[in-house]
Antibody, heavy 120, light 106 residues
């Protein structure tokens, strides 16, 4: 069974950092692009970042560019999101999502999400 | 960047109704369009990709159409379990922008 399990969320002060992880299982991890999507309380879905299967190309929303870094460890089947310089508007559920192929494609599998709360 | 605009923002319908949601992309995105369903308190679920291809396991009452700038998601006969917010998303290239969503109520 294909599964994605996020971890690493929590409460952090403005300006702080967190490292989110997404453990993948049930598929050949390196063959697929991976993504982070967030959802602020009561709001819609916001695409955050994507990384191709090999890890060579990464993409970011303007709202997080320069503060967030996506990476992956294909030997450990794990996706990461390093979130720095946190702001209150970064408060959200962060979902890890698998693309249907190695690059541009729909997100066919989603994790349960990890909550990030930025508050002083 | 390409803007994704969904309409209406909310919709109320009755069981058995035919329901249609609209998503517009500016500029066009060919058929690189996906639709997702998010039930209250749940994780988003892929319904349709490539504008009109039904994801495996999705009931056949769901269908998608369109290309370029105008896309629609249709539920042919609304069921109680279809209460959810529906999002479109472009994926021709980054940023993989979502529409703001359409909330469906019964």
């Amino acid at each position: 069974e294909v599964q994605l399990l996020e971890s690493g969320g929590g409460v952090e002060q403005p300006g702080g950092s967190l490292r989110l992880s997404c453990a993948a299982s049930g598929f050949i991890f390196s063959n697929y692009a991976m993504n982070w999507v967030r959802q602020a309380p009561g709001k819609g879905l916001e695409w955050v970042s994507s990384i191709v299967g090999s890890g060579t190309n990464t993409y970011y929303a303007d709202s997080v560019k320069g503060r967030f870094t996506i990476s992956r460890d294909n030997s450990r089947n794990t996706l990461f999101l390093q979130v720095n310089s946190l702001r209150p508007d970064d408060t959200a559920v962060y979902y890890c999502a698998k693309s249907s192929s190695g690059s541009y494609d729909a997100f066919n599998i989603w994790g349960q999400g990890t909550v990030v709360l930025v508050s002083s | 960047d390409i803007q994704m605009t969904q309409s209406p923002s909310s919709l109320s319908a009755s069981v058995g109704d035919r329901v249609t949601f609209t998503c517009r992309a500016s500029p066009g995105i060919s058929n690189y369009l996906a639709w997702y369903q998010q039930k209250p308190g749940k994780v988003p679920k892929l319904l349709i990709y490539a504008a009109s291809t039904l994801q495996s396991g999705v009931p056949s009452r769901f269908s998608g159409s369109g290309s370029g700038t105008h896309f629609t998601l249709t539920i042919s006969s609304l069921q109680p379990e279809d209460v959810a917010t529906y999002y479109c998303q472009k994926y021709n290239n980054a940023p993989y922008t979502f529409g703001q969503g359409t909330k469906l109520e019964i």
